[in-house]
């Protein structure tokens, strides 16, 4: 016999009294006010939850409750393995409750998994009374882990005490409650995942989903120990495990998180080794970033993220601030297959002060942007970050919106590449391309955004009959954008009227010392619709731009151009070998072409994107890249400082290796030494006899048995002949 034959025969204020046992259904409900239980309804006796289980067996909701005002009462079960029902996304896996009054008894909801919103219970404006209930282990991609109330009330016994605990979704891992119409309540149980739970446990929001301080607590125990200190991990780890040292690893990032505090006065990090973390290795995504808390892996190329093409990776959620994600891969991201976003890599939304350092985003999908979106998040640095093959409407992009905070915001990118990121077919408006910058009309120029040292190529996009297109920089309704010392060089297009940068509706885009070079149909275009957006303006100094002036399309009018004479049109002599095609050969006329007049909020690195020097002396050249003398060309031609150094060493900050270049005038006895900030010795890297000359040597931050080294500040000190020299500080990340 079913159940759900007898909740359908079942009349206004009759109960269906369920004996013990598993039954496989995906109970439906609607305009009914029955009590359904098991024998625990009748005899009190609690063993009968766990031995009457509903298991939605992974093809809907265990209960679908529709329509019940005058009341529902369940009592005495266990639900798991629930999918979900359709809420405009998949929500309720364990419960899914709308327009209805609901009492819920004694039950365990655990092990349920949707797609959108409420891992265990779903309520859409109902009213929720809740007394001995578990809520454990459930998962939602969306929001609302354990619970979510989407303009709900609830209210948990405070006698016969609830449990809610190890719950995960990307915003509100345990309870969301969302909406103008959902009132403040005390959350009243015995157990709950930690002690002292802040809004990433505990989310609520109003209209705009900006957190409110509207949910208070009485907890009487806490599943997890928060740690105030680094964590680890490791694919191998166990989640009953300290997770506080290497030897006693924890197994999920997501695990991490949960346990980490967000500590601003002693940040810590979670130390990720390398192997492969994944959805279908039991890893959860997207990962709910936590303010004041990092993730560091071990080596970008072998420390992976893989979503399994389910799922976006990372969330950033509102005010998850002053936190830095580094040495990862992030693949195999999908923000159209289940999310409703189109962002495939990475959602940031109003996290300010964070970092992306040396990151791979790969092979990530979405209609709006492969690689992922940095929404108003001031002060946000993408540092040696390569956005390689993803697929949809772009790299990646960066937005302001006034919704959350109105402040004016700044994101750089520092030495990034964008290569090989094409366009979905198959999708209306995935056209690809590289960088999209979006600002917003009515705070004109609150978002800038500025690039040093960027390599644009092989980007490609589609004709979706839309009028003109960028292949490699996108720039949008009031955007402020700087492109320093770039280079974009053979992006591609299948529209004839795509050009390299966009300058649409109204933005303002300034250019230096930057090489625009063999993109299909030319360097820049400038369109606005009309003059409600304000001027555009495109500002080129210094620069190598292919066809010179003449081949920028000035599409409409409300467009002005200051194109500078020392920009040059000539072939910059790429090298087109190693690891680095894109750095010119001896000859170029981009050599010392550039200029370091530059505004004075841009701060140029003190390397370029191979990590050679930046500067030497009073020149720059143009381009993501310095000419080295060493790369493309037998012939030396020695570049000596305006101020002679013997000692240089970059990249400086580093977080995996650095480069110490030592020049000296003739042969000596040379000895170099690293120290830590309290003197002493950690390291020789080199003892012996010197020719007279430029030696380079590379240190990956190891002591002298080859350790790796905490971050701090060290010092590099040169010894010749027995006399110290000179010495550099150098800080490890």
Aim: net charge negative.
């Amino acid at each position: 016999t079913l159940i759900q034959e007898a909740i359908d025969a079942a009349s206004n204020g009759d109960t269906v009294l369920v004996w013990p046992g598993t039954y496989f259904e995906n109970l439906y409900i609607e305009s009914k006010s029955i009590a359904i239980g098991s024998l625990t309804l009748t005899t009190g006796d609690l063993g009968y939850m766990h031995q009457t289980i509903i298991d939605g067996n992974q093809t809907g909701s265990c209960f679908e409750i529709r329509n019940c005002q005058a009341g529902i009462v369940i009592n005495g079960f266990t639900m798991e393995s629930g999918s979900g029902s359709y809420c405009g996304g998949i929500c309720g896996s364990g419960m899914y409750v709308r327009n209805t009054m609901i009492e819920l008894y004694n039950c365990l909801i655990q092990n349920n998994k949707v797609t959108a919103y409420g891992g265990g219970i779903y309520c859409h404006t109902s009213d929720a009374f809740l007394s001995n209930v578990t809520v454990r282990n459930n998962y939602a991609y969306g929001r609302g882990g354990g619970i979510m109330l989407l303009n709900s009330s609830i209210e948990f016994d405070t006698l016969n005490r609830c449990n809610i605990y190890l719950n995960y979704a990307s915003v509100g891992t345990d309870i969301y409650k969302l909406g103008n119409a959902s009132p403040p309540f005390l959350l009243a149980v015995d157990t709950f995942t930690v002690s002292n739970p802040d809004y990433y446990y505990l989310h609520s929001a109003g209209s705009m989903e900006v957190p409110q301080d509207d949910i208070t607590y009485s907890i009487n125990a806490a599943k997890i120990e928060t740690s105030y200190q680094n964590l680890y991990v490791t694919p191998d780890g166990d989640n009953n495990n300290s997770g506080t040292t290497p030897d006693e690893p924890l197994k999920d990032i997501s695990f991490a998180l949960l346990k980490a505090a967000s500590d601003s006065i002693s940040p810590d990090t979670i130390h990720v080794a390398n192997g492969v973390y994944s959805l279908s290795e039991g890893e959860k995504f997207p990962l709910s970033l936590k303010r004041d808390v990092s993730i560091q892996g071990t080596h970008r190329d072998s420390t992976i993220l893989d979503a399994d093409n389910q799922i976006f990776l990372l969330n950033g959620i509102i005010f998850a601030d002053n936190y830095k994600i580094s040495n990862l891969t992030l693949r195999n991201g999908d923000g159209d297959n289940i999310s409703p976003y189109g962002l495939g890599g990475v959602i940031i939304n109003t996290n300010r002060n964070c970092k992306f350092d040396n990151l791979l985003f790969k092979s990530n999908h979405g209609e709006i942007e492969g690689g992922g979106v940095v929404v108003s998040s001031n002060n946000f640095l993408l540092k040696n970050v390569e956005f390689n093959n993803n697929i949809g409407g772009g790299a990646f992009r960066t937005v302001f919106s006034a919704t959350i905070d109105s402040s004016p915001d700044t994101v750089r990118f520092e030495s990034c590449r964008f290569i090989n990121n094409i366009p979905d077919y198959g999708m209306e408006y995935a056209f690809g391309g590289g960088l999209g910058v979006v600002g917003q009309t009515t705070h004109p120029y609150y978002n800038t955004t500025i690039l040093y040292n960027c390599l644009f190529t092989h980007n490609h996009t589609r004709d979706i009959n839309n009028g003109p297109g960028a292949d490699a920089i996108g720039t949008l309704d009031n955007a402020n954008v700087y492109v320093v010392n770039c280079t974009l060089a053979d992006n591609t297009s299948d529209n004839p009227d795509a050009k390299a940068i966009g300058v649409i509706y109204g933005s303002d885009v300034h250019v230096y010392n930057s090489i625009v070079y063999n993109n299909d149909f030319g360097p820049a275009y400038m369109f606005t619709l009309n003059g409600d957006y304000g001027d555009g303006h495109l500002s080129i100094y210094n620069s190598l731009i292919e066809g010179g002036e003449a081949a920028i399309d000035i599409v409409t009018a409300y467009n002005y151009l200051n194109y500078s004479p020392t920009n040059i049109d000539a072939d910059p002599l790429f090298t087109g070998i190693g690891e680095n095609p894109y750095q010119i050969d001896y000859g170029s006329p981009c050599i010392d072409a550039g200029t370091l007049e530059l505004p004075s909020f841009i701060h140029l690195p003190e390397t370029d994107l191979a990590g050679n020097l930046r500067i030497y002396g009073s020149s720059i050249d143009m381009g993501a890249y310095e000419w080295n003398p060493t790369v493309g060309t037998n012939e030396y031609q020695a570049i000596i400082p305006e101020k002679e150094k013997v000692l240089m060493v970059a990249p400086n900050p580093f977080s995996t290796s650095t480069r110490i270049m030592v020049k000296t005038n003739t042969t000596s006895k040379m000895k170099l030494e690293v120290y830590n900030n309290s003197g002493q010795l950690v390291k020789v890297l080199m003892d012996g006899t010197s020719l007279a000359g430029t030696s380079v040597i590379r240190w990956n931050g190891e002591d002298a048995i080859n350790r790796p080294l905490p971050s701090g500040i060290y010092h590099v000190v040169l010894v010749v002949d027995g006399r110290e020299v000179e010495e550099v500080g150098v800080v490890k990340w």
